[in-house]
């Protein structure tokens, strides 16, 4: 250590095991470390980092330095709030009992057990409990992998310092390997040198389970355990593995040109050496652990029979039996390792010889023998404590991580279809895909036995392409495990006809059951419903699809359970976040009603986002939120980039998370039918009906303005945002420069930059004043009412304010300003300001607060410690963006550039949430 670092560092306090007990200390000591590096290696722009300055004045280069410098400290104060938040509700634990800890396991049933709910109605919602986290790729994480791992470390280190057992010492070893990790941030970029691949992407996912997730999934399950047996101490239950995780990545063609057949082959293969990888590192331990010899434990005959047999397949048994002399169990944990070492070969494609794993289900039948000879060898603790968590594992991530999703949207299905139909009918035009004709055509298909498949050297490569992108799932589920894909996801669904045209494609490709094609689709479809209209269709499609005998067959194969996913994204985008709201609310309850009609469980995949406006508002509110039956145990949502960081990237917030989602749900599951909260009320629904209506004429105007386009190109960093190189997949669907076509997520990330943050609050202020005027005093009394006593209205206030609260119109304007057409700019900007105002004289005088986000205490702190560095960073973006698009050559344009494309960064990291 040279003594230049040694001075740096001596300007930095010891911190006591309390100093960083609060977020306020925790951030402070953590800034005085970067600012410790930053005077080391560019003091020049220390003075700017510590007055919380943007750079404005710098030369490009240390410009960026400074904009980098405060986005890791957004960061690093995240890391110190995640602390904070563990430790608070560990302290709850100790004070009042895990019961008394919302989102807990123990909370939920300690609950139900009170209010008298039966251990027969326990029983009956664990049948049914399927959860299933999906992760995506969608573009909106802008930490790399190598980032991600340092502030993991610098996470855990942080936690070590919180202890009292240290010596001074000691404590010194620890900040010094906080320097070092916030010196090794310093000198990492943060951007993406170039645009990630897919494979990137899967990488970045699977970071997440071999963090956290591998070892939290089954602990989730004993913790359910313990909690059901405390609360029903007199009952038995049976906890399956009901909480998996889903992905889309590899998977998700939808508008993506660089997810291809062979991209999702490569995908399994990863996914799979993933989990295997895994599972081999457990069974190393456990070769380690179970040294118990024959001689003082009970060895039973047939188990020996068996070990005999397994050590006489391999290749190397024998030696394995001599090392191990006389410890059986630490002889069959070793042929576990043998045929997990053969399967991981076999799975890529190696060479190997002697016993393999042909499925999951083989591996648990092995951990089941054995936790079964140790329990009758009367070691039942370690049966349940070493051998059962990584069984548990292998029934959660089988032979492939996650249930890999397919996607894709109606318009490629629809051209594939029409192609299908000419070959077939020599060449004749195809009806329109909505006339009887067509559906005429794909029912006479559908119930045809399954004669041999369409040449394929007579389909352009594009169709060749649909096709086969089923022959994969029912290739890859042969190679590598039965329950390797999830789902088919439909985008863009419309019509039954949309639906039934899959299934078309499915028996093509020989996903059916039976080899005639004509009993029931292996692979579950699952139509998306994206905009306000197609969520308003949703039930009478839906009600039309079930009538179909295929579909009900597939259905009834699929445990009489239809899944139909809803979309937050688009449906907001198309009908701003009331009506969005409203709108998916009511397709629900609906949807519910449909499947309650047909005898068919109705399950939704919630496509949610990071940030309010697509659907991220608080797991637990949002949930108990959901429609009185509308979940059932069964629920599925989307994870998507920064949100998968924030939740799964440390353990403790993993395991919290988790466990929050899955209590929330089966709290849902008991109570939803029974809460009067949830009681459908006429007179709520009437006023949200009108407010909704309110709402979206407001919105619409504003949407369909043909002068939006020309404003919120240039005042947001719209353009600007693709060269983050964030995600593989472009931001339009089509290519097309038209905002119908421009993806939910950079419509979202464009307007929170620029602080106009429209998405989360645009309509509502004009709703709720057009209802007053219409209803009065007794309208405001409703809605008050409304406020303490519907859950959906207050989510919906709670999230509009806390969006409000993120808008700063004097810096919007500056933005605006960015806007060559001055009646352009006026106009428009004038239609945000107007209606921001009206939205928070509205949502006040409804709630009856004085000021925004006073009920909000703690969001109240974080703004007020993050905003004055945001608004500074904010400052220095319009005049970023102001020289890059004036820039008159490249070199020019790219001096600005990096520091523009940090500035966007650090915002992201300021708001907490990108799309």
């Known amino acids: 250590m040279t003594a230049e670092t040694q001075n740096n560092r001596a300007a930095i306090s010891l911190p006591s095991a309390f100093a960083t007990r609060s977020v306020t200390e925790a951030s402070a000591f953590l ?26 004045g710098l030369a490009p280069r240390q410009m960026a330095r400074a904009l980098q410098a405060q986005g890791i400290l957004f960061q690093l104060v995240s890391i110190a709030e995640q602390a904070y938040a563990m430790r608070r509700r560990r302290r709850i634990e100790r004070e009042k009992g895990h019961d008394k800890l919302l989102g807990t396991f123990d909370y939920v049933l300690s609950s139900a057990a009170n209010a008298g709910v039966p251990a027969s109605e326990v029983h009956a919602q664990l049948q049914t409990l399927r959860i299933r986290p999906v992760i995506t790729a969608h573009p909106t994480e802008a930490k790399r992998v190598s ?21 001074d010492r000691e404590r010194e070893a620890l900040v010094k390997s906080v320097y070092d990790q916030v010196e090794l941030l310093w000198l990492t970029g943060e951007l993406h040198l170039e645009k990630p691949t897919v494979e990137h992407e899967v990488s970045w996912g699977q970071h997440f389970f071999q963090e956290s997730i591998f070892d939290l999934a089954p602990e989730l399950l004993s913790s359910f355990e313990r909690a059901l047996k405390r609360h029903y101490p007199h009952e038995k239950f049976e906890v399956t593995p009901f909480f998996q995780f889903g992905s889309w990545i590899g998977g998700d063609r ?31 331990d456990l070769v380690r652990m179970l040294s118990i010899s024959e001689r003082a434990a009970i060895v039973p005959p047939a188990f020996k029979e068996e070990l005999n047999r397994r050590l006489s397949e391999l290749h190397d048994g024998a030696a394995i039996a001599q090392r191990n002399f006389n410890e059986p169990y630490r002889q069959f944990v070793t042929t576990i390792m043998r045929k997990i070492d053969n399967t991981l070969a076999a799975t890529n494609d190696e060479p190997t010889s002697g ?3 042909t499925s999951a289900d083989k591996l648990i039948g092995d951990l089941l023998m054995l936790e079964s000879v140790l329990t009758e060898a009367r070691s039942e603790a370690l049966a349940t404590d070493l051998v059962r968590p990584l069984r548990r594992a292998v029934e959660i991530f089988r032979f492939s991580t996650v249930r890999l999703d397919i996607r894709q949207n109606t318009t490629r299905t629809t051209a594939a279809l029409t ?41 352009t490569s594009e169709t060749r392409d649909v096709i086969e992108m089923f022959e994969v799932v029912a290739d890859m589920r042969a190679r590598l495990d039965r329950e390797a894909f999830g789902s088919f996801i439909l985008s863009m669904t419309s019509s039954a006809n949309d639906v039934l045209g899959v299934y078309l494609l499915a028996k093509e490709a020989g996903l059916f059951a039976d080899a005639a094609g004509v009993d029931h689709v292996t692979l579950p479809i699952v139509p998306l419903f994206e905009t306000i209209g197609d969520l308003q269709d949703a039930p009478a499609i839906m009600r039309d699809l079930l009538q179909i005998p295929v579909v ?6 699929q445990g009489d359970l239809q899944e139909v996913m809803i979309g937050y994204s688009d449906s907001n985008k198309d009908g701003g976040f009331l009506s969005s709201n409203w709108e998916l609310f009511k397709a629900q309850a609906r949807l519910t009603e449909v499947g309650q009609e047909m005898d068919i469980a109705i399950a939704f995949f919630h496509g949610r986002g990071g940030s309010v406006s697509r659907g991220g508002a608080p797991t637990g509110h949002a949930i ?8 059932r145990g069964r629920f599925r949502v989307t994870e998507q980039g920064e949100v998968v960081s924030f939740k799964y990237a440390n353990r403790g917030t993993a395991a919290y998370q988790m466990e929050l989602l899955a209590s929330s749900v089966f709290a849902h599951a008991l109570k939803s039918e029974r809460e009067d909260a949830l009681v459908p009320r006429k007179d709520f629904d009437e006023a949200l009906e009108e407010i909704s209506f309110a709402s979206f004429a407001v919105y619409e105007r504003l949407v369909a303005d043909p002068d939006l386009v020309t404003y919120f190109q240039a005042a947001s960093p719209l353009e600007e945002i693709s060269l983050l190189n ?112 009206l939205t928070r004289d509205m949502v006040l005088r409804v709630t009856g607060d004085r000021d925004l986000t006073e009920r909000f205490k703690e969001y109240e702190a974080r703004l007020t410690h993050r905003l004055p560095v945001i608004n500074e960073v904010n400052r220095e973006q319009v005049e970023l963006l102001r020289r890059f698009r004036s820039a008159q050559d490249e070199q020019e344009k790219e001096d600005v550039k990096v520091p523009l494309l940090i500035s966007i960064s650090c915002i992201a990291a300021g708001l907490g949430a990108t799309g």
Request: proline share 4%; no cysteine.
């Open 726 to 837: 964030i995600g593989s997949r472009p931001a339009r669907r089509f290519g097309a420069k038209s905002l119908a076509d421009l993806r939910a997520i950079p419509w979202v990330f464009a307007w929170a930059q620029n602080r106009h943050s429209i998405t989360g609050w645009y309509g509502v202020g004009s709703g709720l004043k057009a209802f007053l005027e219409t209803r009065g005093d007794r309208g405001l009394e409703l809605l008050r009412w409304m406020f303490e006593d519907s859950r959906l209205f207050r989510l919906i206030m709670d999230e509009v304010e806390k969006t409000l609260a993120l808008v700063d119109l004097s810096i919007a304007k500056q933005y605006a300003s960015l806007v060559a057409d001055e009646a352009v700019r006026e106009k428009i900007y004038k239609l945000i300001e107007d209606e921001w105002r």
């Open 552 to 557: 009900r067959r597939s259905t009834h194969a």
């Open 147 to 167: 980032i991600l791992e340092k502030y993991r470390r610098i996470y855990l280190l942080m936690r070590e310092l919180e202890s009292t057992r240290w010596t």
């Open 31 to 56: 800034r005085e470390q970067l600012l410790a590096v930053i005077r080391r290696h560019m003091p020049e722009i220390e003075a700017v980092v510590r007055d919380n300055k943007a750079g404005a």
């Open 355 to 357: 016993p393999r794993y």
């Open 624 to 631: 108990a939120a959901q429609p009185a039956g509308s979940i």
């Open 419 to 459: 192609e299908m139909w000419r070959v077939k009918t020599g060449g004749e035009t195809p009806p329109d895909v909505k006339s009887e004709e067509w559906r005429a055509w794909l029912l006479e298909e559908l119930e045809t036995p399954r004669g041999a498949p369409i040449p394929r050297d007579t389909l």
């Open 254 to 284: 939808d508008g993506n040109p660089f997810v291809t057949n062979e991209v999702t082959r490569r995908t399994m293969r990863q996914n799979a050496t993933a989990s295997l990888n895994y599972y081999r590192n457990r069974v190393v």
